[in-house]
């Protein structure tokens, strides 16, 4: 009789260790699909940013060394807000701040020059989040004198402003889908209203309606997650107790994959952190969001004597270039 309890315990437990090695097997799975997912979330304007903004105006030349040109982050964009720079970037990063492209134009003969510029950002509500933001902060500004108008675009505002060089800058800001845009002119004359009514114009006609399709913007993301139907592993996950071990396990397979990355990584020396990168190797953690290893190098990365290389756990990468500085 004891023999055949033992027998029956035998039995018993392993039918609990094959169905556990099953529910193990299809948690290890569909954690490890879970893991590309998060860097492939991370959006990508198409088309390019640099590609959407309208060529220049018949004699008008590119100014390359303008501080105001070319691809440029968040905290550089923040940096042109002065005292407001902290505020400024913490609004642009609760938007879905993703990417910015601008360019700068000058028409020597005339003496005025063109700037236009554009944000992408991860949906819509984003970006008319930072239109009111950037329309408060500008009508702040000392040198502001009153609003531009203009009709055929909505949501956008419009701005003049004199400086103390007695330059005179008009000004149109506008949001299509995800991006913000923005067109300014400015001269020594107060002559470019029109021009730059007209090109904003033209520069909303020609915009793509989003740069980010809107089926991904978190607002509607979110919505649709939500209704999102519940499903099990072929039967499975057939009580709350199976539910709560796959948690548990997911959780445990996170931490094996962060300590396992953490060890490949080169020992923390004074001033320097281990980096997190993506599955990819495409992406950083800076502690709220992934940033881009093409763009810019992590801060707290070691690097080499000419700060030229920095170490990601497993090799040296070439520190991208520094963004311009945009005003």
Not at 215 to 225: D, H, K, Y
Not at 266 to 288: R, Y
Request: aromatic letters at 12%; one cysteine or more.
């Amino acid at each position: 009789m004891a023999a055949g309890v033992l027998a029956t315990a035998a039995n018993m437990r392993n039918r609990v260790m094959t169905r556990a090695s099953r529910i193990v097997c299809v948690v290890l799975v569909a954690a490890g699909a879970l893991l590309p997912i998060t860097a492939s979330a991370i959006p990508i304007p198409s088309p390019t940013l640099a590609s959407i903004l309208l060529p220049p105006p018949s004699g008008y030349a590119e100014l390359a060394s303008a501080p105001f040109h070319g691809q440029f982050t968040s905290s550089a964009y923040a940096a042109s807000w002065g005292k407001q720079s902290v505020e400024a970037e913490a609004a642009l990063n609760e938007a879905g701040f993703v990417d910015a492209y601008a360019t700068f134009w000058v028409d020597q003969l005339a003496k005025r020059a063109l700037i236009e510029y554009v944000v992408a950002f991860e949906g819509g509500q984003g970006a008319r989040s930072w239109l009111s933001f950037a329309e408060t902060g500008s009508k702040a500004d000392p040198t502001y004198q009153h609003a531009n108008t203009m009709s055929g675009i909505d949501p956008y505002y419009g701005q003049h402003n004199v400086y103390p060089s007695h330059a005179i800058l008009d000004e149109f800001a506008f949001v299509k889908g995800n991006d913000y845009f923005v067109v300014g002119y400015e001269s020594l004359q107060d002559d470019v209203l029109n021009l730059a009514m007209t090109r904003a114009k033209n520069q909303y006609s020609a915009a793509p309606g989003s740069t980010i399709p809107s089926a991904e913007w978190p607002e509607n993301a979110n919505a649709a997650s939500s209704q999102s139907p519940t499903f099990a592993f072929g039967g499975l996950v057939a009580d709350a107790l199976v539910i709560v071990l796959a948690v548990g396990l997911i959780g445990a397979v996170g931490a094996l994959v962060i300590r396992r990355r953490r060890r490949s990584a080169v020992p923390a020396g004074p001033g320097w952190t281990a980096v997190q990168l993506s599955p990819d190797g495409l992406f950083w953690w800076d502690g709220q969001g992934w940033r881009d290893t093409a763009v810019e190098a992590p801060p707290f990365a070691q690097r080499t004597s000419d700060a030229l290389y920095w170490w990601d756990g497993s090799k040296w990468r070439p520190v991208p270039l520094e963004p311009v500085r945009v005003r």
